[in-house]
């Protein structure tokens, strides 16, 4: 009989946060796949945990894929963690457990930590319906078109960013938004630097180049919904996919701004992306 693939969450940051579960689990397997086996081996020690290290992360998965299905198909026990929370969620793994769904081997979650989860927890931000965007673009105009985007949403958008980068995504953004928008910068959650502010954009922008220290660590951000009665809808982007096709850019972007109430510097940003 093959084995099964265990897809384990781990702590973002407080050990005690890790589950029985994973711990049990951790403990049996035959093995482990981890992003960086170093990295993950400092936190099995502190466990007591010594089972094989095979590391799986974005430029070998493909190929290693294959070895780790052979090996369940064999009946070996295994799992796959990342360097911290829940693997999958901007991390390696999706070929992985596609691989092991087609050969028919069992997948099997053990859930827990998740640093997009814990910040739309504590974030004050309207929860029902969101969207989770991972990391923007680093630079350039497909950074500038995904904050626009992010701007234009009805819904609460969750963002990964490099603290490196964070300074220069809220001052974008604050020229996008209303006075009023609010983000939650959420920072180090679960450890002794935890952090969690919410405010209006230009206010938590102020304050993060201000304190240096906001631009350490690891970040989420929590952007509150545009108010619904200038939200991008669907409607609006048909209706601007059919008047691109005959009209410029800034002529489109001129056109919707008197339509939907938005600004034209976030529409352009916005329209480029949907012409591209």
């Given at each position: 009989m093959s084995g099964t693939l265990f897809i384990i969450s781990t702590p973002i940051g407080h050990l005690d946060d890790i589950t029985r579960r994973a711990i049990d689990v951790l403990a049996a397997v035959d093995w482990i796949a981890a992003?960086?086996?170093?990295?993950?081996?400092?936190?099995?020690?502190?466990?007591?945990?010594?089972?094989?290290?095979?590391?799986?992360?974005?430029?070998?998965?493909?190929?290693?894929s294959d070895e780790l299905v052979a090996r369940l198909q064999g009946g070996e026990q295994g799992a796959l963690i990342s360097d911290a929370g829940t693997p999958l969620i901007s991390d390696p793994g999706y070929r992985l457990v596609r691989a092991c769904q087609e050969a028919q081997v069992n997948v099997v979650p053990i859930p827990g930590a998740s640093a997009l989860l814990a910040a739309l927890a504590a974030a004050g931000q309207p929860s029902d319906r969101f969207l989770f965007e991972g990391f923007v673009p680093a630079k350039g105009a497909p950074r500038q078109q995904a904050i626009a985007r992010l701007a234009a949403l009805s819904v609460t958008s969750i963002i990964y960013e490099a603290p490196h980068r964070v300074l220069s995504f809220l001052e974008t953004?604050?020229?996008?938004?209303?006075?009023?928008?609010?983000?939650t910068l959420c920072r180090e959650l679960t450890k002794q630097f935890e952090?969690?502010?919410?405010?209006?954009?230009?206010?938590?922008?102020?304050?993060?180049?201000?304190?240096?220290?906001?631009?350490?660590?690891?970040?989420?951000?929590?952007l509150s919904p545009l108010a619904?009665?200038?939200?991008?809808?669907?409607?609006?982007?048909?209706?601007?996919?059919?008047?691109?096709?005959?009209?410029?850019?800034?002529?489109?972007?001129?056109?919707?701004?008197?339509?939907?109430?938005?600004?034209?510097?976030?529409?352009?940003?916005?329209l480029q992306s949907i012409e591209s």
């Amino acid at each position: 009989m093959s084995g099964t693939l265990f897809i384990i969450s781990t702590p973002i940051g407080h050990l005690d946060d890790i589950t029985r579960r994973a711990i049990d689990v951790l403990a049996a397997v035959d093995w482990i796949a981890a992003e960086d086996t170093r990295h993950s081996q400092r936190m099995l020690d502190q466990l007591g945990i010594r089972n094989r290290m095979i590391s799986c992360h974005d430029h070998n998965e493909s190929q290693r894929s294959d070895e780790l299905v052979a090996r369940l198909q064999g009946g070996e026990q295994g799992a796959l963690i990342s360097d911290a929370g829940t693997p999958l969620i901007s991390d390696p793994g999706y070929r992985l457990v596609r691989a092991c769904q087609e050969a028919q081997v069992n997948v099997v979650p053990i859930p827990g930590a998740s640093a997009l989860l814990a910040a739309l927890a504590a974030a004050g931000q309207p929860s029902d319906r969101f969207l989770f965007e991972g990391f923007v673009p680093a630079k350039g105009a497909p950074r500038q078109q995904a904050i626009a985007r992010l701007a234009a949403l009805s819904v609460t958008s969750i963002i990964y960013e490099a603290p490196h980068r964070v300074l220069s995504f809220l001052e974008t953004l604050k020229e996008l938004v209303e006075k009023d928008r609010e983000i939650t910068l959420c920072r180090e959650l679960t450890k002794q630097f935890e952090t969690i502010r919410r405010g209006p954009v230009a206010e938590i922008c102020d304050w993060v180049a201000s304190d240096s220290n906001q631009r350490r660590g690891e970040l989420v951000l929590v952007l509150s919904p545009l108010a619904q009665s200038s939200a991008w809808t669907e409607k609006d982007e048909a209706l601007a996919k059919t008047l691109l096709a005959e009209l410029p850019v800034s002529r489109v972007a001129k056109i919707m701004a008197a339509h939907t109430g938005l600004k034209r510097q976030e529409l352009y940003a916005l329209l480029q992306s949907i012409e591209s």
